[in-house]
């Protein structure tokens, strides 16, 4: 899903194909620095705060501000003790309370305690608009120097990866001399592994904390940060002036990888879901065979290879990104697999008027690759009898109209999150379904389920291992055998990494973070992980 | 004086209307910027935040009118609002860190462009006949030709193939920005593909322009009696013809001043060079409205201004527009 634009900027690169191609700085004794591209971005400014959400620069959550735990998107389940030690629920769900990390010190000398975890949520319960994660806060109390609270008007223990895996935490006290909401902290305090070191709209650095809490950590003592455009990270990844980057590259074997697979690598690991979103106000689209017959038309594999370019895999039925969600999958759907019948799919039609089986595509034509699979859907649906027509629109368009959900069909993805959970209750929470003409939030095909509804409120009303892995087991059952929306593939996350200076990345074989360095703070455990090649 | 008194007037008018449609405009595409981040964050952000986000950003559910009354009264005060794209710079601050650039290097090339176009103009249409005849086909091609066609092919001649230039930035990565002569030969190194680019897509216009019009005039009665006085050719070529056949070239370059912001945002695009043009883009993809209103603001004021120092030039070159 990227912009035309890239994809001409490739084919100037493609058609160049692989003449000069620096091989990047020369290596030297003392251990070289790190170039990163995080995301598109002409310029830079010069905004450090981690309460924005827009705006902020890339780094500003994990290298320099930290949470309080880590969550591994890629091993859900997976959480480690970072400036928390740990969490204890109170029985209602509705306050937590956490044990610090002693010994944590601000970058300016000043020690990391409990006051500055309380005031963090402080800010976020007074500012609403800095509230990004929609906690509902009520209060918080220090208990000790180490020992923090923090009260909630509801039962919140499925938002556990929202206050301690995704809020950084900030000093009390530089942030309470600033209005936060429109601070843009220009020399950041942090506890993380590095410091902002220098700054220009072109191109910030970050130099290693020397005082940070992981001793011997981190091994990489610079980070450069140059403002890539979408068309100038493809050139600089084929001249090898990229060390780590998180793009779309068109074709990625002869733009990036060059012939040199075991130091030009990636690893595209799901983030999330890709589904055919079926209307299901739509009074065709609402029957269930109908919903059965096109999912039973797709060729899921060939849109995976064709239009994604085989940079993902065909979705598990379940929707749950696999591998790392096997604990979540109904045990007799363990093996589930989308396949193709056109037979069965046109008996499931038979008692359809075929009239009636006329929808439209809304594809935003800015994804090419989602345009490419609608064609390939429309041309798999046309076998069976339905007609596909597809439609492209702009970026801005698409959004809006699925949202209000006035659309036929459409293509749409949603975020694995950190727990399937979370992508599960972003697709088929019945609370999300606006009506018809006002902006939905999720469950933009509109399902409305009693059962669904049921599964999702007792997997927040615990914080029980077991029975949130029974909810999420009983989500997927709804999701292969009533088919609420059909999933395609896996929407990955992009991570381009080179060996030849480091080694440490996360791999398929282990998965200890997600590999973009877009995703924080994920990217933070990446460098923390880093050693230099050839030790 | 009462000439100037009038395009003075008339210029207010145009200002003012500028600055509404930069204020209904924007309001008329479809979505919310709001909206659109959460579909491009792809997650990162909680729906149900959507409400703190449209708090932050100030953007109110107000009826249009109130709207457009509160952006007339900020204005007035010359305050833009904060960026949503890059929140919580203010928008002032976004547009004073790309404007140089883009003066720079497109002012630059479009005065260059200009002057060397007028005068190869001039110069053609005097040596009619000759080799610099030759020049007119080259002229007519890269007339049809598009900024962004331009720009592409020379990033991958001399960009991709050869090597020989930057094919982004402003400036290279190891230099640090300052009153250095190093910082300053940075700039124009990476300055000179996109400034080439403008040169060369604009340069045609002010050619065929010149040229055509300067025929006309050496077929004038005066430009013959000047001749007949026994005038210098050079005197006759710029004082007599080139002076009177320049007229409709000055207002075609104030009219185009509009279009060569609009041709520079493809020009930045392709070459990511951090100017006006590629701020717009980012404003347009996130329905910044403050942004793209600010930045339309300071292009309109730019195309009046153009215009009212063209008007100048018509008291100055042209003695009838004086009474």
């Not at chain 1, 041309?379 to 659309?407: C, P």
Request: charged letters at 20%; hydrophobic letters at 45%.
């Amino acid at each position: 899903m990227k912009r035309s634009l890239v994809a001409l900027a490739a084919l100037v690169l493609a058609v160049a194909g692989c003449s000069g191609g620096g091989a990047g700085a020369g290596r030297t004794a003392s251990a070289p620095p790190l170039i990163i591209h995080a995301i598109d971005s002409g310029t830079f400014q010069e905004n450090f705060n981690p309460f924005h959400l827009e705006g902020v620069n890339f780094g500003t959550s994990g290298m320099i501000y930290e949470t309080l735990e880590f969550f591994n998107r890629l091993k859900p389940g997976e959480v480690t003790p970072w400036l928390a030690l740990k969490h204890e629920w109170s029985k209602d769900g509705k306050s937590l309370t956490f044990t610090l990390r002693q010994g944590v010190k601000w970058t300016d000398g000043k020690p990391f305690t409990a006051e500055d975890v309380a005031y963090t949520f402080e800010v976020i319960r007074k500012h609403p608009e800095l509230n990004k994660s929609a906690l509902e806060l009520k209060a918080t109390e220090v208990l000790a120097p180490d020992k923090v609270r923090v009260d909630f008007a509801s039962t919140s223990y499925a938002k556990l990866f929202n206050i301690a895996g995704n809020t950084p935490i900030v000093p009390k006290h530089v942030f309470e001399k600033q209005n936060p909401v429109t601070f843009t902290n220009p020399e950041p305090v942090g506890t993380g592994p590095y410091t902002l070191s220098s700054f220009n709209a072109q191109l910030y650095e970050m130099a290693k904390n020397p005082g940070y809490w992981q001793p011997g950590k981190p091994e990489v003592p610079v980070l450069k940060f140059p403002a890539y455009t979408a068309n100038g990270v493809q050139t600089a990844l084929r001249q090898g002036e990229v060390d780590w980057a998180g793009a779309f590259v068109p074709d990625i074997e002869k733009i990036y990888v060059q012939g040199k697979p075991e130091t030009n690598k990636y690893f595209f690991p799901a983030e999330g879901v890709v589904a055919l979103l079926p209307n299901l106000t739509h009074p065709v689209l609402s029957k269930p065979e109908v919903r059965k017959a096109i999912s039973l038309a797709i060729d899921r594999e060939k849109i995976v290879r064709v239009a994604e370019r085989g940079y993902t895999q065909v979705a598990h039925p379940t929707g749950i990104p696999m591998p790392g969600g096997e604990a979540y999958l109904p045990p007799e759907h363990k093996d589930a697999k989308f396949a193709v019948d056109l037979a069965e799919a046109k008996e499931l039609l038979k008692d359809v008027d075929p009239a009636e089986l006329k929808f439209e595509l809304l594809v935003p034509s800015p994804f090419t690759d989602w345009v490419n699979a609608a064609q390939l859907i429309r041309e798999d649906l046309a076998k069976v009898g339905i007609t596909v027509e597809t439609r492209g629109v702009a970026f801005q368009d698409w959004v809006s109209k699925v949202g209000k959900g006035t659309f036929d069909l459409s293509i749409r993805a949603t975020p694995a999150g950190a727990e399937p959970y979370f992508q599960m209750r972003s697709m088929l929470y019945g609370k999300l379904a606006a009506p018809v003409g006002k902006s939905a939030t999720g469950n933009y095909q509109r399902w409305k389920d009693a059962e669904t509804d049921r599964l999702i409120d007792a997997y927040a009303a615990t914080e029980d291992e077991a029975e949130h892995h029974e909810a999420t087991q009983g989500l997927g059952r709804i999701m292969v055998e009533k088919l609420p929306t059909l999933p395609l593939f896996y929407s990955p996350s992009w991570a381009q990494y080179r060996t030849d200076k480091y080694v440490g990345w996360p791999s398929a074989q282990d998965p200890y973070a997600m590999p973009s360095p877009y995703t924080s703070p994920d990217a933070a455990v990446v460098l923390l992980r880093l050693k230099p090649a050839g030790t | 004086m009462r000439f100037l008194l009038r395009r003075l007037g008339f210029y207010l008018l145009t200002a003012w209307a500028a600055v509404t449609l930069n204020f209904l405009i924007p309001r008329l595409m479809p979505g919310d910027p709001v909206d659109l981040l959460v579909a491009r964050l792809k997650g990162n952000v909680d729906p149900a935040a959507i409400d703190a986000m449209k708090r932050a950003f100030g953007i109110s559910d107000a009826n249009l009118w109130q709207q457009y009354v509160d952006y007339l009264g900020n204005l007035a005060q010359g305050e833009l609002g904060r960026s949503i794209t890059f929140f919580p710079t203010e928008v002032s601050t976004v547009i004073a860190g790309s404007l140089p650039w883009t003066i720079g290097v497109v002012g630059v090339a479009t005065l260059i462009s200009y002057v060397a176009g007028t005068a190869l103009g001039v110069l053609m249409a005097w040596k009619r006949g000759t080799w610099l005849d030759g020049v007119l086909p080259a002229a007519t091609f890269m007339h049809a030709v598009p900024y962004f066609w331009v720009a592409l092919a020379l990033v991958f001649v001399f960009g991709v193939t050869l090597e020989w230039f930057p094919v982004s930035r402003a400036y290279a990565l190891d230099v640090v920005p300052g009153f250095t002569g190093e910082f300053a030969g940075s700039v124009l190194y990476h300055a000179a593909l996109p400034a080439i680019t403008i040169v060369l897509a604009s340069m045609a216009d002010r050619i065929l322009g010149m040229r055509n019009v300067m025929v006309t005039t050496l077929g004038e009665d005066y430009v013959v009696m000047a001749e007949a006085k026994g005038l210098t050719s050079r005197r006759v070529m710029w004082a007599y013809a080139a002076r009177n056949a320049i007229l409709p070239n000055i207002t075609s370059f104030a009219l185009s001043l509009g279009f060569v912001v609009g041709g520079s945002v493809l020009t930045e695009i392709v070459f990511s060079y951090p100017g006006i043009g590629s701020m717009l883009l980012k404003g347009v993809e996130n329905e910044d409205f403050p942004l793209m209103q600010g930045i339309f603001l300071v292009i309109s004021l730019a195309v009046l201004v153009a215009n009212f120092l063209a008007d100048l030039a018509y008291v100055i070159l042209d003695p009838r527009t004086r009474q």
